[in-house]
């Protein structure tokens, strides 16, 4: 019978070494793979200028152990710092750095010369100095970090590099604001809202488009047509094309943001702006023909966008304008009133109306209402202690709030003063008037206000009258 071996085969005992190998290296914590380790980051540095823009920068340190790769990632980063601006007459800094050079020998000879910058060289992060007087320059190696790439550049100069700051402040992130106004986001905080107004309008005048709420972004609207689009602000006043007047195209300011209103002879208008929109704005459009159809669209964060939907829902936009409440939607091409289907009125016992004549009552009228149109009067319906008369529009002067093409307009009493007529044409300045719940929303034509005939005249005067409302 055979004995057993007293030592282990080769190829066992080779197995048996490489796993003791193994067990010790791990034991030790000695890895041949994967990168060493970076140290905290440092502060960082003061800013390397003094006014105006400069750069700061931290460091870190790669610690590995023999047989590991290097970290990855950077060792420096550098940011952007923004000071208070130079004073006016300050040296630039690149010239300050040219200036160094000023007599000094240089091109191995003992010449000297007067140094200024050289913008024409390949490499903008090189300190490239023209010789005054002299038609050549010289490379003085690179320029100081924080040095601008080039006049009213954005990029600044680092490590030879010309770099831009990304919206985390770091240079050469590459970081950029989502749509949302996040830097780095994926649009994923706000919503797109884009949409066309279609309504072709019953009348010449003021339509309302749509609000464009507090908080909207990269707001863009368009239309081809000869109309004209006007923004009003949040609180009533005309940013643009407002009171019949035709704004120029250029840069205004509103709600915080630069709106930029361009138009040709296409005829094309838009209107752009980055926001984000520090209050509603109301846009309209200012009716001369029949509308094509007005694109906008801007972004809105999540949480604006249900009020803003409710409010849009609320007043009907941008697919129609509001109805009044309690009456039933009629269709824009309902036949008006005839004479035969209006009740006959019997003549009221009522007393005179007061002397309404006037430029101050015309005036105080048209400064202090919500609306004023030119609108005819189709009937007039007594209930309870007012006078409603169911009126159609045909030109508006002045709204802030949509019209329909006809409307329900109230008069206090029985006997409202003055006394529209039915089948005929009046100029009215009237007010908006809601109930604290909201139940009743009603447009107000006040005891002894402004109700007169229409005329050319009358017409001319209530122009002239918007112009002289108080700012």
Known sequence: MDSAPLFPRPRLFQNLLLFLWALLNCGLGVSAQGPGEWTPWVSWTRCSSSCGRGVSVRSRRCLRLPGEEPCWGDSHEYRLCRLPDCPPGAVPFRDLQCALYNGRPVLGTQKTYQWVPFHGAPNQCDLNCLAEGHAFYHSFGRVLDGTACSPGAQGVCVAGRCLSAGCDGLLGSGALEDRCGRCGGANDSCLFVQRVFRDAGAFAGYWNVTLIPEGARHIRVE?????????????????????????????????????????????????????????????????????????????????????????????????????????????????????????????????????????????????????????????????????????????????????????????????????????????????????????????????????????????????????????
């Open 223 to 471: 239309h081809r047509s000869r109309n004209h689009l006007a923004l009003m602000g949040g609180d009533g006043r005309y940013v643009l094309n407002g009171d019949w007047a035709v704004s120029p195209p250029g840069t205004y300011e509103a709600a915080g943001t630069h709106v930029v209103y361009t138009r040709d002879t296409g005829p094309q208008e838009t209107l752009q702006a980055a926001g984000p929109t520090s209050h509603d704005l109301l846009l309209q459009v200012l009716l001369q023909e029949p509308n094509p159809g007005i694109e906008f669209e801007f972004w809105l964060p999540r949480e604006r966008y249900s009020p803003f939907q409710a409010r849009v829902q609320a007043l009907g936009w941008p697919l129609r304008q509001p109805q009044p409440r309690g009456v039933e939607p009629q269709p824009p091409a309902a036949p008006a009133v005839t004479p035969a289907r209006t009740p006959t009125l019997a003549p009221d016992p009522c007393p005179p109306c007061p002397d309404t004549r006037g430029r101050a009552h015309r005036l105080l009228h048209y400064c202090g209402s919500d609306f004023v149109f030119q609108a005819r009067v189709l009937g007039r319906h007594r209930q309870a202690q007012e006078t409603r008369y169911e009126v159609r529009i045909q030109l508006v002067y002045k709204n802030r709030s949509p019209l329909r093409a006809r409307e329900y307009v109230w008069a206090p009493g029985h006997c409202p003063c003055p006394m529209l007529a039915p089948h005929r044409d009046y100029l009215m300045a009237v007010q908006r008037l809601v109930s604290p719940d909201g139940t009743q929303d009603q447009l107000l034509l006040p005891h002894a206000g402004y109700a007169r005939p229409w005329s050319p005249a009358e017409d001319s005067r209530i122009r002239l009258t918007a112009r002289r409302c108080p700012s």
